[in-house]
C-alpha cells in the first residue's frame, strides 16, 4: 500500500551528510589547503573570480572546496555571499595602461614599445602529459632579466588611435555611473556597461562557442588581437569625505584588445573598430571571447547585423549567465507531479476521442490517417 | 567571515526588500503588468523558487505564520527547503493548515481550502512572460502588453482547437485580469484557475531569475481565456482521494506496483489530512 512521501527535512538532512562526507572522501588522503588551491589551482581560481563577480582568490578556493571542484557550483557559491555584501562606492576605473604586466603579446606588430612578453602560457608547450607531476617536485627557478623595474608598456591601439587608424576608446566618458548589473534588472536595448558587465560574468564555455561561431562566418568581424596583457593593477577608491584617490589593493586582470572590420561613410576616414574583453586573473579564453562576442554585439550600432546568434543583444545577454541557466535547467529534477498529471488527464482524453473516432468510421487506421495527412 | 555570518531578519537587508516592496506595490496598482525590479542573487538555485522567495521575504513581518507547498505539498523536499530558510533566518511560525497561515508560499498549486482575505498567496514563477512562447523577444512582447496586443495568443488556442478539438493547456493557462492584462498565472494546473478570480486574498508572483514581480489584488476579475463557442473547461478529476475519498479536488496519481497498478490520492496534502481527521471524529 501507497505510503505517503513523509520525511522529506530527514531525507535533506540525510543527503547532506553524504555529501559531507563524500567531499571529504578517504581520510587516509590529507585534505586540500585553502591556500593549496588558490595558489596551485589559481587559474580556476580566477574563473571563480570572474564569473562570480568578486576579487578574492581565498574565498574562491574555499568555493572551489566546498563545490568539489564544479565550478559553477563554486562561481554559485561566491555570488550568493557577494550578494549579502553592502555596496560602498565604485571605485575609479582601472588604468590598465599602468599594469605591472607578466604577460603582453601583440598579434599585429612583430615588435613595439616595451616588447612582446610570453609570460607564464601554456602556448607553445606540447601537450604530453607530465609523469614527473605524479610526485612532487620542484621546477626550479624562473628566469629573470632586467632589474626588476617595470616596463613600460604603452597600449597598442592607443598606437593606432594616433593615427586615426582605429575608432577612439569610449573610456573618457564618465563611467561613474555606470549601472550595476547585480543592483538593476537588465533591459534591452542594454548599455555597453551592462553588456560588459554581463560578459564578464558570461559562461567562458558559452562565450568560447559564441565566439568560435563568428570565426566561422555567424556575423564575421574580421578580428586581430591587438594586445592581450596580463599583469597587476591598482584599485583606487576616492572616498567622499576625503575627495581624493587612495589605493585600496592591488588584482591580475587579463585585458585583451580587438582589432576588427574596418568601418567609414561619407562623413568619417575609415578606421578599425574594436572589440574588447576584461576579466579578472589570468583568462586569456575568456578575454578573448568576450571581446569577440563584444564586438559582434556591435553589429546593429555598426549596420552590418545578419541575424547570426552572437549579434543578437537578447539571445547572447539572457543566455550567457551560467548559475541562471544551471538553476532553471537543473529545476526540471523538482516535482512536476501536478502539471504531468494534468498533461495525462488530457492525452488520455484526447487518446479516448481518437479511438472512438476510428471505430466510427470504420476503416483502417492507416487509411483514414493517410487521407488526413494529404 | 569565520564565525557564522549574521543575517538580517528573512535574510535580505532593508534596503533591499524596500526596493522589492516598491515593486509589489507598483504591480498592485496595475494588476496582471510584470515589474521589472533588481532581483537578488539568493543562496538558492535560480528556478527553484527564488522570486517567491524574495517576495516572501520582503512581506514577512515577526508575527506572521507561513505555509510553504510544492505540488500542493507541505512535504515535498523543496517546499521543505524553503519553509526551514525562513525559520532559520526569520525564526517566524510555520504551518501546514492553509487557514493558520498569513502567507503561503507555493508552487504549481492554489491550496483547495478557500482563501480569506488577510492572506497572502505568493507563487513561484519562472517564466512569467505569458507570450514568451509565441514570441521570445522581450522587447517585443513588452510592446505588445502596452499595445495590449494579445491577437497571437487567440490565434494559438485557436489553432489547438483545430489541431485537437479544444484548447490543450493544462496548466500556465493563460489568464485576463481586471480586463487588461494577459498574464501567466505560474504552471499552476488550470484546474486551479476559477480559484484565483474574485479572490479575497492578495496574489502575489515572483519570478526571480527572469526579475519581475506581478500580483493579482484582493477581489480582482481573472478570467481564463476561451471563445464563446469553446468556454474554458476546469479539468475535470475523475473518482476521488484514496486515502481521505474526497471528490472534486486536484489528484495526484500513484503508481503502486510493478504491474502498473494506480492510485490517486489529494495533491493538497493538508486538505487530505484535514479530511481524514474529520471522517476519524
Not at chain 1, 615588435?111 to 607553445?124: K, N
Not at chain 2, 506595490?25 to 527553484?48: C, D, H, T
Not at chain 2, 489547438?160 to 479544444?166: E, K
Request: aromatic share 8%; with cysteine; charged share 25%.
Amino acid at each position: 500500500m501507497y505510503v505517503a512521501v513523509k520525511g522529506g527535512e530527514q531525507a535533506i538532512d540525510n543527503a547532506h551528510r553524504l555529501l559531507a562526507s563524500e567531499r571529504r572522501g578517504d581520510l587516509a588522503i590529507p585534505e586540500l589547503t585553502i591556500s593549496q588551491i588558490s595558489s596551485q589551482l589559481a587559474l580556476g581560481v580566477a574563473r571563480v573570480m570572474c564569473e562570480g563577480s568578486l576579487y578574492d582568490p581565498e574565498l574562491a578556493a574555499l568555493a572551489i572546496k566546498q563545490a568539489r571542484g564544479d565550478m559553477i557550483e563554486a562561481i554559485f557559491l561566491l555570488r550568493a555571499y557577494r550578494t549579502t555584501q553592502p555596496r560602498l562606492g565604485d571605485s575609479v576605473p582601472i588604468d590598465t595602461s599602468a599594469m605591472d604586466v607578466r604577460r603582453r603579446v601583440s598579434a599585429v606588430f612583430k615588435d613595439l614599445p616595451g616588447g612582446q612578453i610570453l609570460g607564464p602560457t601554456f602556448d607553445y608547450t606540447h601537450r604530453l602529459l607530465d609523469p614527473a607531476l605524479m610526485g612532487e617536485g620542484s621546477p626550479g627557478e624562473p628566469a629573470r632579466s632586467g632589474d626588476g623595474a617595470r616596463i613600460e608598456t604603452p597600449r597598442v591601439l592607443e598606437l593606432l588611435d594616433r593615427d586615426g587608424l582605429v575608432e577612439t576608446s569610449p573610456r573618457d566618458r564618465d563611467v561613474g555611473a555606470a549601472d550595476d548589473l547585480t543592483r538593476t534588472p537588465l533591459e534591452f536595448p542594454a548599455s555597453r556597461e551592462q553588456r560588459l558587465q554581463a560578459l564578464a560574468r558570461g559562461d567562458e564555455g558559452f562565450l568560447l562557442g559564441l565566439a568560435y561561431s563568428t570565426q566561422r562566418g555567424y556575423g564575421r568581424t574580421h578580428p586581430f588581437a591587438g594586445e592581450i596583457r596580463i599583469g597587476e593593477v591598482e584599485v583606487f577608491f576616492t572616498p567622499p569625505e576625503l575627495g581624493f584617490e587612495v589605493p585600496l589593493g592591488t588584482i591580475t586582470v587579463t585585458e585583451c584588445e580587438m582589432v576588427n572590420q574596418f568601418h567609414g561613410s561619407g562623413d568619417e576616414a575609415p578606421r578599425f573598430t574594436r572589440g574588447y574583453g576584461c576579466v579578472f586573473g589570468q583568462s586569456e579564453r575568456k578575454a578573448m571571447s568576450m571581446a569577440l562576442v563584444d564586438r559582434s554585439l556591435r553589429a546593429a550600432e555598426l549596420g552590418e547585423a545578419s541575424g547570426a546568434p552572437a549579434q543578437d543583444e537578447e539571445f547572447v545577454l539572457s543566455h550567457c549567465d551560467n548559475v541562471q541557466a544551471t538553476g532553471f535547467v537543473e529545476h526540471l529534477k523538482l516535482p512536476h507531479y501536478v502539471d504531468f498529471q494534468s498533461e495525462l488527464v488530457l492525452l488520455r482524453q484526447l487518446r479516448a476521442e481518437w479511438e472512438a473516432e476510428r471505430a466510427a468510421l470504420k476503416t483502417p487506421a492507416g487509411v483514414s490517417l493517410r487521407e488526413a495527412a494529404e | 567571515m569565520n564565525a557564522a555570518p549574521e543575517y538580517n531578519f528573512a535574510y535580505l537587508d532593508e534596503h533591499t526588500k524596500r526596493m522589492i516592496r516598491r515593486a509589489i506595490l507598483k504591480a498592485i496598482a496595475i494588476p496582471g503588468y510584470q515589474v521589472p525590479f533588481a532581483s537578488r542573487e539568493m543562496p538558492m538555485p535560480y528556478g527553484w523558487g527564488t522570486g517567491g522567495v524574495q517576495v516572501t521575504a520582503a512581506i514577512l513581518g515577526r508575527y506572521d505564520v507561513l505555509k510553504v507547498i510544492d505540488q500542493g505539498a507541505d512535504d515535498t523536499t523543496n517546499a521543505v527547503s524553503i519553509r526551514r530558510f525562513f525559520q532559520k533566518t526569520a525564526g517566524v511560525r510555520t504551518t501546514t493548515r492553509t487557514e493558520e497561515a498569513s502567507i503561503i508560499q507555493t508552487r504549481h498549486r492554489i491550496p483547495e481550502a478557500p482563501l480569506k482575505e488577510g492572506q497572502v498567496l505568493v507563487f513561484q514563477v519562472p517564466i512569467p512572460e505569458p507570450l514568451r512562447f509565441l514570441e521570445p523577444r522581450e522587447t517585443e512582447t513588452r510592446r505588445m502588453h502596452a499595445l495590449e496586443d494579445y491577437g497571437v495568443m487567440h490565434v494559438k488556442l485557436y489553432e489547438d482547437i483545430a489541431r485537437h478539438g479544444q484548447i490543450a493547456t493544462t496548466y500556465a493557462y493563460p489568464v485576463k485580469v481586471a480586463d487588461r492584462y494577459v498574464m501567466d498565472p505560474s504552471p499552476t494546473p488550470k484546474f486551479d484557475n476559477p480559484k484565483m478570480n474574485d479572490c479575497p486574498a492578495l496574489q502575489l508572483f515572483g519570478a526571480g531569475r527572469e526579475k519581475r514581480i506581478y500580483a493579482v489584488p484582493p477581489y480582482t476579475k481573472v478570467v481564463s481565456l476561451d471563445f464563446e463557442d469553446h468556454p474554458f473547461e476546469r479539468t475535470r478529476v475523475a473518482g476521488s482521494c484514496e486515502l481521505c475519498g474526497s471528490g472534486g479536488v486536484f489528484l495526484d496519481e500513484i503508481v503502486t506496483g510493478d504491474d502498473g497498478a494506480r492510485i490517486f490520492v489529494c495533491s493538497d496534502t493538508d486538505h487530505c489530512a484535514n479530511a481524514r481527521d474529520r471522517e476519524a471524529q
